[in-house]
């Protein structure tokens, strides 16, 4: 009889669906997956790291306890989370990739060191979900085996693909940083060989002179068995003096030897300072040696080039006189055996490094760190987007972000810099990598200026300092400046030499004399060991200097005293250093179009200045001027005025050749009431910004570059406002057509918000931000609204606030007002469907940086029209010689209606778009001031939208 | 009793392989870790003929050896290809290997398939490193099948070693610059039907666009073909130029899986037989173009193509599996079908959707005079606007669905948001969003099932 339990194995396939595997069918390990993890996720492919940010890993194989980690990049244990970094120092540092022979090669009398090039290598641990590009170097360390200590740096990420698709780029970030440290360690090797030699040559005189007793002590001719082991001792000492003679020689030999990595970044300075330190010290302890020279003939022979005659008495005291000269060390007196001890203490790397090789290698590391945060698909979207961009720098100044003049090429991104602040033309890269991906220096963090107190900014000063460098005090390292800033410390130079007070021109001369001839310091000692006191000078002497160049341009000039005494000094400061700025860009502008044609525009710009009044403004800006700007401004500077500058205070025109200029309203600079008298009007005009804090809320850094992160802040407000205003898209479209939107609302925060919001769709809103007004509490004038596209209004219940309103009807046929209070918008209708879909308040989209993402595309979209509309050239020339201005015209309507489909409205967008552009490309002197390139109006019934 | 003495190694087997023209490879090398001798290389293959930097056969086994040091800690999963990449100045090479484990005399032995190029070719090689890696990787699950049967995994694995090195040579002499200038290039016309009739122009630009920019330039006239090819490249990033091949003007190579965009010449039959298996195992669909009678065929969009070559590399995995001989290796141009699956051999259909962006460009970019840079900066601009797009439709999809945790269920609405409701609009964003992020089309166009292009159209109106 069958039981029950008999049963089950067979029911058990049934019941769980499970049939006999298939002999024939292939097993899953030799298959591939139908349904991969990215299928159902494409965002999940590198959930199963167990880190959740990239980090910088440095490790070593030490000779004692083997592959260890000793650092992590940024320092957070929860960045690595519970990932093993000690196995996966293992797996990195288990390959010797440099295999090079170290030690004494066969008939060799003397240890040699040996000059490996670093490697590269990409690998992973598929199980751990971890992959790294893993730069494998060498340093020297007198004391290691071989005279060697292994080390790698490896960027650690879960994406594979990012590390292979950015391998060129993060193999030249690790290559500098590699230098760097090894640049340090050769010189605090020297420093080590210079202490041992100075030891040996104690241990041997001593030595010389127990034998000597000895030997007078005793029988002539006989020899104790003592007297035969110091004897002993001393040849051993003399041989290792020649020995870490010979190392000295070596490493001085460094940078003569053939590269063999063409991918190897030097510094020439680096390289010059280091091998002139060590030359020096070569040719100081060959004549140090002499005295016991005579018991080795032959090799004495072999050093006489290097030795220069120190066997006389002039050297001797020369030497005597220099090592009177150094009373930081004294020598200790070596033991025999007391080297190649299993239970010393390795150094640290921290040790084998000067402290100042470290701490910029560090930074270089947190530098690189930081540029290649983030998901792939953005940065390589972001590097895209940039590449772009430079081609089309003639539309750029519409609505994107200031690229800046150092990137025209990509190369030029990827250009080496010395970590420790060598000017970077000292630099050659053997071979330059063709593919550049150029590392974005216009990092978000990195593009505000850097805390003064940032100990990570102190660092860079202290190094400079250290290593003695003058000149590179005025020169920022990529990681601490901005593309900004570059421009005034370049004006700071000037500026110190003339201003600084701390220092005498003689004195700054002499220093810098110095620096150019790059001539080892006479005793190589104060060099390698420089005086603390010094130090600490030149230290704090640059911090300060370091803060104010990347304070800003508006900083540049105010050196001498930072608290200005006038607020008149301030404005024409500014000016004067904006002045600047829009030459040196005008010029590289006019470069890059050459190739395009002018006839279109020059054609053009008849016609687009035809319906407006364009001698009026400058007209009235030179009336406005009957005498200099000192002489008719009247500053009422209250105690206030003693508090140093805020960037967002700083109003005003960016160019002195601004038609507005004269009328500049020097507003709200110090943070309260300043008045002055409007010539055009007579009325007494009071302008402030108030200190209140939602000031803060305000993206738009005046005197600063508005940067991405700024406008992806912005985005949010925007999304807010397009939700929450109906007529969102009727204020756009005065933004987008050239019409000045006011802003008007009682409560600063809320107008301040808006503004940011609403800012990103005004075009050519200025470097800085400069057609955009963000609070103003006085009323403004005729010329404030051709300067200013986009104002944030006081409203006040005073004579000031009436005389505003009265401001704001007189204007009204001008200006479109969107009443923050009262929610409603008073603006000429608009029914065209181009903007449809960035201001439909029904959008689904979520966040603010999509829908920035959004707006971006769609403006540029509308730059590409308006460029088009711009450079074609028959509707802008005549066919034929018959064609009056008025088929042209017919031409153009024609165009935008039906070409582009535009109707009445949306064609006033491209016509003022394309009025920009012209206006850009004929007067490029003028393209980073904000002036408009003429006031137009039309006379079309403004209507009042509610919500 | 013992002979005395260590094993002796066994000798190094070396293939010559006779490619055209200079090829940067240097060797290619399997090695395998032997447990009582340690790493051991098993087979060389070097090109045949004039080479940059010359290796000798012991310094490709001592490089060979150096790609499994290390990985006796290795822990990963069971028929996991994992890669290394190594640039060794000391010796200037780089080493590409790609270690799997495989049955070797009974014993699972940690194997490494590895190719040399000179350090040189770094910024050569780098742009095709994902092609040579991927490619290689599907041979070595054939040969891991071989191994698993114990026959001599050489043979399999020469399949693809060969052709990477041709793969390679041609590169070097044919492939796309990095910067293409636009006066080789149809864009720099005076009309827009000069060279090739409008509406074959716009069909061509869209579809490439909508199969990732991955093309098949087809023609008699090689010159006609490469301008073609260039006019194509310029809607590509200089990376991805540095992926696509232009034709030879005399004899034509065949067709490489992988490359963006290649030119191909016809026969002297005005006939080009496409390998069905290789264009399928294309990362991406492709695009094909016959500019001798201007017609223009795309394959099924990415989710499809990836599911249809999943299907077919399973199949044809099982059918090597099937296998009895080492003598009965099937030969790449069999189909392979099962029960289950048997490959649609009309994978090559007409454009079917129109877009409005491509279409407006096309109009638009004629209207610029040429041969100044205004036709640059407008085709830089529409880039541009692609790119934002894309990642606007990304991130609109990362937000909806809180990075893939959620399914995608409002494709209506992006379409309305982001302004493309145009079919072919959409496809040309998902199709530079895919290449961003890859997988998003199975995502969002629901499971990665076999659909046809009517159960789409059906899943999109959700």
């Given amino acids: 009889m069958i039981g029950s339990p008999d049963l089950v194995a067979f029911t058990k396939e049934d019941e769980y669906g499970q049939t006999s595997p298939d002999p024939w069918a292939l097993p899953e390990e030799f298959s591939v997956p139908l349904y991969p993890l990215a299928d159902s996720n494409p965002w999940a492919k590198t959930s199963y790291a167990k880190f959740t940010k990239d980090f910088i890993l440095i490790s070593e194989f030490s000779e004692q306890v083997g592959p260890q980690p000793l650092l992590t990049i940024p320092d957070d244990p929860k960045i690595c989370g519970t990932f093993d970094l000690n196995y996966f120092s293992l797996r990195i540092m288990s390959v010797d990739y440099q295999a090079s022979f170290v030690g004494h090669p066969p008939g060799s009398g003397y240890p040699r060191l040996s000059f490996v090039e670093d490697s590269r290598v990409v690998l992973g641990d598929s199980k751990e979900g971890a992959f790294a590009y893993v730069h494998h170097l060498t340093l020297y360390d007198l004391e290691a085996r071989g005279f060697v200590r292994p080390f790698c740096m490896a960027y650690v990420s879960a994406d594979e693909r990012k590390i292979m698709l950015q391998f060129q780029e993060l193999s030249l970030r690790f290559s500098q940083a590699s230098e760097c440290l090894k640049a340090g360690n050769r010189r605090a090797f020297a420093k080590e060989l210079q202490r041992k030699l100075r030891d040996l040559e104690y241990t041997h005189s001593v030595l010389q002179r127990e034998e000597g007793l000895q030997r007078e002590a005793g029988p002539q001719r006989m020899y104790s068995a003592h007297a035969v082991e110091k004897a002993n001792e001393l040849a051993n000492v003399e041989k290792s003096i020649y020995e870490h003679r010979d190392l000295l020689k070596q490493i001085s030999l460094y940078n003569r030897r053939p590269r063999r990595d063409p991918h190897a970044v030097t510094c020439q300075k680096c390289m010059s300072e280091c091998l002139s330190e060590c030359e020096a010290l070569l040719d100081k302890y060959a004549k140090l040696a002499n005295p016991f020279s005579y018991n080795n003939k032959g090799e004495k022979r072999e050093e006489g080039q290097a030795d220069g005659g120190g066997g006389d008495g002039e050297g001797d005291e020369e030497e005597d006189e220099s090592v009177k000269r150094r009373p930081s060390y004294t020598p200790q007196l070596i033991k025999a055996k007391s080297a190649k001890c299993f239970d010393k203490r390795l150094k640290t790397l921290l040790e084998l490094c000067e402290n100042t090789f470290y701490s910029a290698t560090v930074e270089l590391l947190k530098e690189t760190e930081r540029s290649f945060r983030g998901d792939l698909c953005y940065l390589h979207t972001r590097r895209l987007d940039r590449a772009l961009c430079r081609k089309q720098r003639i539309t750029n100044f519409l609505f994107e972000e200031d690229l800046g003049d150092d990137d025209e090429d990509e190369g030029r991104t990827l250009r080496p810099f010395c970590a420790v602040n060598h000017a970077v033309d000292n630099y050659s890269l053997l071979n330059p990598p063709p593919i550049v991906l150029g590392p974005d220096h216009l990092e978000l963090d990195s593009l505000e200026p850097p805390d003064p107190l940032d100990p990570a900014s102190e660092t860079s000063h202290t190094q400079e300092s250290e290593l003695g460098l003058r000149e590179s005090h005025l020169e920022s390292s990529p990681s601490d400046q901005t593309l900004e800033t570059q421009e005034s410390s370049e004006e700071t130079k000037g500026s110190f030499s003339s201003d600084k007070s701390g220092l005498g021109q003689s004195e700054r001369q002499q220093n810098l004399a110095g620096m150019k001839s790059e001539a080892p310091d006479p005793d190589p000692d104060s060099d390698l060991t420089p005086d603390p006191d010094h130090n600490t000078d030149m230290e704090r002497e640059s911090s300060s200097e370091e803060t104010e160049t990347t304070a800003g341009d508006d900083e540049g000039d105010n050196k001498e005293d930072q608290t200005p005494t006038s607020l008149l000094e301030v404005v024409s400061g500014l000016e004067a250093s904006r002045e600047d700025v829009c030459e040196g860009e005008a010029e590289e502008v006019s470069d890059l179009l050459v190739q395009i044609d002018t006839a279109c525009c020059m054609a053009q710009e008849g016609f687009l200045y035809e319906a407006s009044a364009p001698e009026a403004v400058p007209r009235l800006s030179q009336n406005s001027h009957p005498q200099p700007l000192s002489q008719t401004l009247v500053v009422n500077q209250e105690p206030q005025a003693q508090i140093p500058l805020q960037d967002d205070y700083t109003v005003g025109s960016p160019c002195s050749e601004s038609p507005a200029a004269g009328l500049e309203l020097p507003v709200g600079l110090l943070g309260d009431a300043v008045s002055r008298t409007s010539v055009e009007d007579g009325w007494d005009c009071t302008m402030s910004a108030s200190t209140g804090s939602d000031r803060a809320a305000s993206p738009l850094g005046y005197g600063g570059t508005v940067t991405l992160r700024q406008r992806k802040k912005a985005g949010q407000g925007a999304l807010r406002f397009v939700r929450q205003y109906p007529f969102a898209m009727q204020a756009l479209w005065c933004l987008l057509s050239g019409r000045t939107l006011v802003v008007l609302g009682a409560d600063e925060g809320r107008v301040r918000r808006l503004v940011a919001a609403l800012a990103l769709f005004v075009p050519s809103p200025g470097k800085c931000g400069e057609r955009i007004q963000a609070w103003l509490s006085c009323p403004f004038t005729l010329t404030d609204l051709q300067r200013w596209k986009l104002i944030g209004l006081q409203r006040v219940a005073s004579p000031v606030g009436s005389s505003m309103l009265y401001s704001l009807s007189r204007y009204s046929r001008y200006i479109s007002i969107l009443d923050a209070d009262q929610k409603t918008l008073r603006c000429p209708p608009y029914r065209g469907q181009l903007l449809a879909n960035i201001a439909d308040h029904r959008t689904y989209i979520r966040r603010g940086s999509t829908y920035f993402l959004h707006v971006q595309s769609t403006l540029c979209r509308l730059a590409a029209k308006a460029f088009l509309f711009t450079f074609t050239h028959h509707l802008h020339l005549p066919v034929s010689s018959t064609e009056g201005p008025e088929g042209l015209e017919g031409r153009r309507c024609c165009f935008l209606q039906e070409q582009l489909g535009l109707g009445e409205e949306d064609s006033h967008i491209l016509l003022y778009l394309s009025q920009l552009i012209t206006h850009q490309y004929l007067q490029p002197a003028n393209r980073s001031s904000a002036t408009a390139p003429c006031f137009s109006f039309n006379y079309s019934t403004s209507v009042l939208y509610k919500i | ?462």
């Fill in chain 2, 1 to 462: 009793m013992s002979s005395g003495g260590p094993p002796q190694s066994p000798a190094v087997a070396k293939s010559e392989v006779a490619v055209e023209g200079e090829c940067p490879l240097l060797a290619a090398t399997f090695a395998y870790w032997d447990n009582i001798l340690g790493p051991r290389v098993r087979h060389i293959w070097v090109p045949k003929g004039d080479q940059v930097m010359f290796l000798s056969d012991g310094e490709v086994t001592f490089l060979a050896n150096h790609t499994l040091n290390g990985e006796i800690l290795r822990s990963a999963e069971c028929g996991a290809v994992d890669v290394k990449f190594f640039v060794l100045a000391e010796k200037g090479v780089i080493i590409v290997s790609l270690i799997f484990d495989g049955e070797l005399k009974g014993d699972k032995n940690t194997c490494a398939l590895s190719i040399i190029l000179p350090q040189t070719e770094l910024a050569f090689y780098l742009p095709l490193h994902t092609i040579c890696v991927e490619r290689l990787k599907h041979v070595i699950r054939k040969g891991r099948i071989w191994m698993q049967k114990g026959f001599n995994i050489i043979s399999v694995l020469s399949l693809e070693i060969v052709p990477i090195m041709e793969l390679l040579a041609s590169m070097k002499t044919h492939s796309v610059p990095e910067d293409v200038d636009i006066k080789d290039t149809v864009l720099n016309d005076d009309d827009i039907g000069d060279s090739c009739h409008e509406d074959f122009l716009h069909k061509a630009i869209s579809s490439h666009l909508q199969t990732c920019g991955c093309s098949i330039v087809v023609g008699s006239n090689p010159e006609k073909v490469n301008k073609i090819v260039r006019t194509l490249c310029l809607f590509l990033t200089p990376a991805e130029r540095k992926c696509s091949r232009l034709c030879k003007a005399d004899s034509s190579f065949k067709y490489d899986t992988g490359l963006f965009i290649q030119g191909l010449l016809k026969d002297s039959t005005g006939s080009f037989v496409l390998p069905f298996r290789q264009v399928l195992y294309s990362p991406y669909p492709t695009t094909h173009i016959d500019v001798d009678i201007n017609t223009v065929k795309q394959m099924p969009p990415c989710h499809e193509h990836t599911y249809n070559q999943r299907r077919y590399m399973r199949s044809e995995l099982s059918t090597l599996w099937k296998t009895d001989s080492e003598e009965e290796i099937p030969p790449d141009t069999i189909i392979h079908t099962d029960e289950t699956f048997t490959p649609d051999l009309n994978i090559f259909q007409d454009v079917m959707h129109k877009d409005t962006l491509v279409k407006s460009f096309i109009d638009e970019v004629f209207m610029l005079k040429p041969g100044l840079s205004l036709r640059s900066t407008y085709l830089a601009q529409f880039l541009l606007l692609l790119h934002r797009k894309a990642l606007t439709l990304l991130k609109y999809i990362e937000d909806d669905t809180q990075k893939g945790k959620k399914p995608f269920r409002s494709l209506r609405n992006l379409k309305t948001d982001l302004d493309l409701t145009v079919e072919g609009d959409l496809n040309i964003v998902m199709a530079l969003a895919e290449k961003l992020r890859a997988g998003l089309h199975s995502f969002v166009f629901g499971k990665p099932f076999y659909t046809s292009m009517q159960e789409r159209d059906v899943l999109m109106s959700f």
